[in-house]
Antibody, heavy 121, light 110 residues
Framework: QVQLVQSGAEVKKPGASVKLSCKAS????????MHWVRQAPGQGLEWMGI????????SYAQKFQGRVTMTRDTSTSTVYMELSSLRSEDTAVYYC??????????????WGQGTLVTVSS | QSVLTQPPSVSAAPGQKVTISCSGN????????VSWYQQLPGTAPKLLIY???KRPSGIPDRFSGSKSGTSATLGITGLQTGDEADYYC???????????FGGGTKLTVL
């Protein structure tokens, strides 16, 4: 069965960076893009970006350009999302999500359990 | 401010029907498939509808989706207390080259 298992909660100070992981299993890793979506406390869903595990190409939301980096390790079927220059507004639950269609479509049939990132001095 | 516009809240009695609207433009809803998600408190969103009107395996036919022009609608019939949740629409925006979501709609089953 398909599973996306994310790394544990993080507490960071403003200005620091955080790197989250999402380990995929139960399907062929390289054939499905992976998206990252975040949700601030009490707020809605916010799309951050996408990575193609096959070639490593990425596309990021303009809001996060210059601050986010998505990478993958095909040997462990894991994708990573690093967010730098953290500020309090980055406090959120971060999800990795697999699109049902396999590509850039926002049709996520599998989600990780979420990773809470808290940014506080 | 979300790219897609949803009503903040809707409510209806058990057994009744409710619809949730999602409005966008030609760059997003008008030319791309729409998906709908249900999010219960403290859990990850769950895919209810994809490709505008298709249901994943296991989603009851009480849930339906439709799209017309630059708007989409989620319908829920035979409301149950367990349907109380936040509902989000999502799609790809070809101009932004980004995924976009609505701000979410909180469903209350009175």
């Amino acid at each position: 069965q398909v599973q996306l298992v994310q790394s544990g909660a993080e507490v960071k100070k403003p200005g620091a960076s955080v790197k989250l992981s999402c380990k995929a299993s139960g399907y062929t890793f390289s054939t499905y893009y992976m998206h990252w979506v975040r949700q601030a406390p009490g707020q809605g869903l916010e799309w951050m970006g996408i990575i193609n595990p096959s070639g490593g190409s990425t596309s990021y939301a303009q809001k996060f350009q210059g601050r986010v980096t998505m990478t993958r390790d095909t040997s462990t079927s894991t994708v990573y999302m690093e967010l730098s220059s953290l500020r309090s507004e980055d406090t959120a639950v971060y999800y990795c999500a697999r699109p049902r269609s396999g590509s850039y479509y926002v049709d996520f049939d599998y989600w990780g359990q979420g990773t809470l990132v808290t940014v506080s001095s | 401010q979300s790219v897609l516009t949803q009503p903040p809240s809707v409510s209806a009695a058990p057994g009744q029907k409710v619809t949730i609207s999602c409005s966008g433009n030609s760059s997003n809803i008008g030319n791309n498939y729409v998906s709908w998600y249900q999010q219960l408190p403290g859990t990850a969103p769950k895919l209810l509808i994809y490709d505008n009107n298709k249901r994943p395996s296991g989603i009851p036919d009480r849930f339906s989706g439709s799209k017309s022009g630059t708007s989409a609608t989620l319908g829920i019939t035979g409301l149950q207390t367990g349907d109380e949740a936040d509902y989000y629409c999502g799609t790809w925006d070809s101009s932004l080259s980004a995924g976009v979501f609505g701000g979410g709609t909180k469903l209350t089953v009175l």
